[in-house]
Structure formats: structure tokens, C-alpha cells
């Protein structure tokens, strides 16, 4: 799929059809995160790919009940590790957390070039998501990405205008 | 251009023409940041667009002497506004950063498939960026992104294999 489509049809689904995601796809999703550019090219990330049931549904309860994370048959746990990056962002943040989102942009893109939808998911508990899939206490949980074949169809959300957005030479408020 | 390949054939570059960026095709760019999915659709980021000479080199200076940003007709400011967003990331981490990474991710690729070269800088003084911007101290600077036609062609990085990134069903280290 060409590119610009892919960004500009990639929806967030939050119903996926029971049918597996043929590992040739899962496959092809996770070397597009593998292939992501990373400050001075440290690659500190890690996914867990999770198909166990059992462990998807102790999920949903790390997500505050979030259920169609279980419903994906894939879920990506994907997670940043600090200790394997020198480099920071603007000298006040480790670049870690930057670098795994690219990682998972670039999964997000590709899932949906390739047929599969995703939705990234951002609200759990780090700590019960940790204990879930004995997750050191070093490394942290940058997202959890359900993947799998949509069983929905989301119009698009609004967006704001590109003149609220982008300006031009110096910050102008608000 | 096809999104696998924009993936595969993206580069960092640090070598740029004189040739100025069509408006067009920065608007195309610009307009891929806007499409990215955010938490809430909050949307938490803004895009100085600097085309003026003198800034661009007081930027370099704000950047420990990276000449390569000023050498390029564009240069994009990311910055995150952690005001406009109530979500955090597993409860730890405001969102406007994974969020911002989002939009520039998409720019990155845009631009590859436009022709066009870009670089994530993450090594900056974000305060000296902020005086010289003039941006307000609530909001973040996440990434400098030079644009241009590339003057290098630089060979691919290498990666990491696929087995030292991914897990099956739970944590296994290092």
C-alpha cells in the first residue's frame, strides 16, 4: 500500500475477527520495528508477542478492564529500555521512549498496509503489566498494541486545522 | 511510494542541496503529522517551520555545533504541549511525547517518499532552543527534523536480528 494511504486510512480498532494473523504477516509487521531508526542507532526496544489467552485476559485487567486487547488473537507489549541508550532528547529525557514509538509507528503503518488493524493503547498499569509478563524493573512499558484482522470499519476522527499546528519561524501561542 | 519501502529506504540525512523545498511537497509532509493518532486525539504538538537563515544558526549553536540542520532549506521544530493532554502512558508518563513521535514518524517517512531527506536530532540544549524559538517553558521541544533534498546517499545501518527484539508470551532477557 502506498504510503500516504496508509497514514491517511489507518483507523484504531477496537474489534478484531477471530482469524489468526497468518506469522508471515506478524512477521513482516515486526521487521518494519526492527528496521526503525533509533538515536545513534541503539535499538533499545523489546516486544513480547502474546497469543496465550490466559495472559491476554491478565492484561485486561492491567488495562483497567480494556477487553479488546483480548480479543485480538496478537497482542504486542512493546518496551523500552533506558540502560541501552547513552543518548537523551534535548539533554532532559532518555531517548528510549522516542525511539520504541517510532518502532511501533512503523508496526501500526505496516499492519494496516498489510489488511490488520491495531490501536495503540497507552492506559495501564505499568507495575501489573510488569508483574504479568515478568518484566524487569529496569525496562519500561512504552504500549500495548492489539493486532489483528478488523471487525470494524471507524469513520476518521477530526483533526486539527494545519494552521493550528504549524507555524512559522518563532513559537506563536496560544 | 510503497509504505514497506519508504520503511526500508529511509535514511538519516545529514547532507542536504540548496535546492529549496517545494511548498507543495512541505505541506504534504506537514500535512502527514497532522493525520497522526494521538491519545484522546489530543493532538498535544506543534511544527515551527524555520526557513531563516539566522535562526537556523543560532539553532546549530543550540545544538552543539551540528552545522548539518542549518544546511538544510527546512528545519522543523517538534515541540509537545503537555497541557493538552490528560492521558499518560501506563500511568507514569504524559503522552505528549509518544504522541508528538507519532507525527514525526509519519513526517520522516512522508519525506522519504517525496524525494526528500530528514534527520531526527535529539541532541540539542532544549532551553537554548526555547530562547531562540521563543518557546513558552510549559511546552516541550521533542525534535529538531532538518529537511531537504539529500546530497549523500547513505548505505543502509545495520540492525539487530528480529530474535534479539522479540519475545513470545513473556519477558525473557537481557
Redesign the interface.
Known amino acids: ?4 494511504e ?3 486510512t ?1 483507523r ?1 480498532i477496537r474489534r478484531f475477527k477471530e482469524t489468526p494473523v497468518p506469522e508471515s504477516l506478524l ?2 509487521v ?8 533509533s ?1 545513534d ?1 541503539a ?1 533499545p ?8 489467552a490466559d ?1 491476554k485476559l491478565k492484561l485486561v485487567s492491567a488495562s483497567y478492564g480494556q477487553k479488546f486487547i483480548a480479543q485480538a488473537p496478537v497482542l504486542l507489549v512493546v ?1 523500552g529500555v533506558p540502560e541501552e541508550t547513552f ?7 532518555n ?1 528510549h ?2 525511539d520504541a ?2 518502532a ?3 508496526m ?3 499492519a494496516n ?1 498489510l489488511g490488520l488493524g491495531t490501536c ?1 493503547v ?5 507495575d501489573k ?1 510488569r508483574e504479568v ?4 524493573e529496569d ?5 500495548m498494541i492489539p493486532l489483528g484482522y478488523p471487525d470494524e470499519a471507524p469513520e476518521k ?4 486545522n ?1 494552521d493550528d ?7 506563536k ?1 496560544p
Chains 1, 2 share one sequence.
Not at 537523551?88 to 529525557?93: D, K, L, N, P, V
Not at 525496562?139 to 504500549?143: D, L
Request: glycine letters at 4%; hydrophobic letters at 50%.
Open positions: 500500500m502506498d504510503l500516504m496508509a497514514i491517511k489507518r484504531s512477521k513482516e515486526l521487521n518494519t520495528a526492527r528496521l526503525a531508526p538515536a542507532n535499538q526496544w523489546r516486544i513480547i508477542v502474546i497469543m496465550d495472559l518496551c543518548s537523551t532528547i534535548g539533554g532532559y529525557m531517548a521512549v522516542i514509538a517510532i511501533v509507528d512503523h501500526t503503518l505496516a498496509a495503540w497507552g492506559r495501564f498499569n505499568e503489566v509478563l515478568e518484566i524487569p525496562v519500561r512499558v512504552i504500549a476522527t477530526p483533526r486539527r494545519l499546528l504549524v507555524m512559522y519561524e518563532k513559537f501561542g
